[in-house]
């Protein structure tokens, strides 16, 4: 919906086994954004991308990298999982800074 | 620096009215208002940036003191599916780097 999907919507893992996330937009925004949500610290940016190869990090990105290849992908990358990365990731867009975000609906992450 | 919302929770009844704060210790460019309901993602209603533009929503309304550092959000003759967490993220910095800061969210529950 909305043009941006993610993909998967579940995933399971076991610790220290790298896991790859997806976000597709149809859209064409230019930016692009990589979250977790967990109960009590609300919604924490990962990375962000502001262009095809421009990427920046957030306030939560140890152990995350990012890449964009494409105006429409973004992935994000856990280079090898720990428990404290489970979580629910979103990942958004938004036209220009001007304007809110669209997110998409989410990746259910669990690491055991 | 992330913004204080208040109140933490609200029971309303169908049709009463709500505001909900969100205040921040720095200067800000913008304030966003999404709405999550519960295993969903962020749905955005409304961004208020400095200088007086607000794009969102036509039956949602808020204001932001620049002054004050602080937005509120009225929601008016509540439905049942206004339901919902509400954040407010803030917004500081300039071009690219500017990113979202989160609150912790108000929980609203309309009854019958």
């Known amino acids: 919906d909305a043009g941006i999907t993610q993909s998967p919507r579940h995933k399971v893992t076991e610790t220290g086994t790298p896991v790859t996330l997806r976000c597709h937009q149809t859209e064409n925004h230019r930016y692009m954004y990589w979250y977790r949500q967990d109960p009590g610290h609300g919604l924490r940016l990962i990375h962000y991308?502001?262009?095809?190869?421009?990427?920046d990090k957030g306030e939560v990105s140890d152990g995350y990298s990012v890449s964009r290849s494409k105006t429409e992908d973004f992935l994000l990358t856990l280079e090898s999982a720990t428990s404290s990365q489970t979580s629910v990731y979103f990942c958004?867009?938004?036209?220009?800074?001007?304007?809110?975000?669209?997110f998409g609906s989410g990746t259910r992450l669990t690491v055991v | 620096q992330q913004p204080v919302q208040s109140p933490q929770a609200v029971i309303l009844r169908e049709g009463e009215d709500a505001v909900i704060n969100c205040s921040s210790s720095k200067a800000l460019y913008s304030v966003h208002w999404y709405r999550q309901k519960h295993g969903e993602a962020p749905v955005f209603l409304m961004i208020l940036l400095k200088g007086g533009e607000q794009k969102g929503h036509d039956k949602i309304s808020a204001s932001f003191n620049e002054k004050k550092q602080q937005s509120s959000l009225y929601l008016t003759a509540s439905q049942l599916s206004y339901s919902g967490t509400y954040f407010c993220g803030t917004e500081r910095g300039a071009g690219n780097n500017r990113k979202l800061i989160w609150g912790l969210g108000t929980s609203l529950a309309v009854n019958p």
């Open positions: 991308s502001y262009g095809v190869k421009d990427t």
């Open positions: 958004a867009i938004r036209l220009g800074t001007d304007y809110g975000y669209t």
